[in-house]
């Protein structure tokens, strides 16, 4: 069953910085757009970039704008995401998700999900 595994999450104060990673178990996630989501607890699960094949990335949350980048590695099969800056509202679980098509902001567009990974960002 191909879905991506993310790893990176943990632990930060504020203003650190972690880098999330996204690998395309059984896929090339260069054939696909890849994005990163998160749900907060009370919210419903948002994007926040998207990297397509070949094309620019897209940002969806205009409050990460300036301290997170989506980035990619084919070579490596991986997506990153690195978060520079947290802040307590940044703290969610990160999902990477796939889908064969171009970038989306809807959870509900992309056919493939990891099992996400915790980000907590506290003093």
């Known amino acids: 069953q191909w879905q991506p595994v993310e790893s990176g999450g943990g632990l930060v104060q504020p203003g650190g910085s972690l880098r999330l990673s996204c690998a395309g178990s059984?896929?090339?996630?260069?054939?696909?757009?890849v994005a990163w989501f998160r749900h907060a607890p009370g919210n419903e699960r948002k994007g926040v970039s998207c990297?397509?094949?070949?094309?620019?990335?897209?940002n969806y949350a205009e409050s990460v704008e300036g301290r997170f980048t989506i980035s990619t590695d084919s070579a490596k099969n991986m997506v990153y995401l690195q978060m520079n800056n947290l802040q307590p509202d940044d703290t969610a679980v990160y999902y990477c998700?796939?889908?064969?098509?171009?970038?989306?902001?809807?959870?509900?567009?992309?056919?493939?999900w990891g099992q996400g990974t915790q980000v907590t960002v506290s003093p």
């Open positions: 998700a796939a889908r064969t098509t171009w970038c989306a902001s809807s959870a509900s567009d992309y056919h493939w």
């Open positions: 990297i397509p094949p070949g094309g620019r990335t897209i």
């Open positions: 059984g896929f090339a996630l260069g054939d696909r757009s």
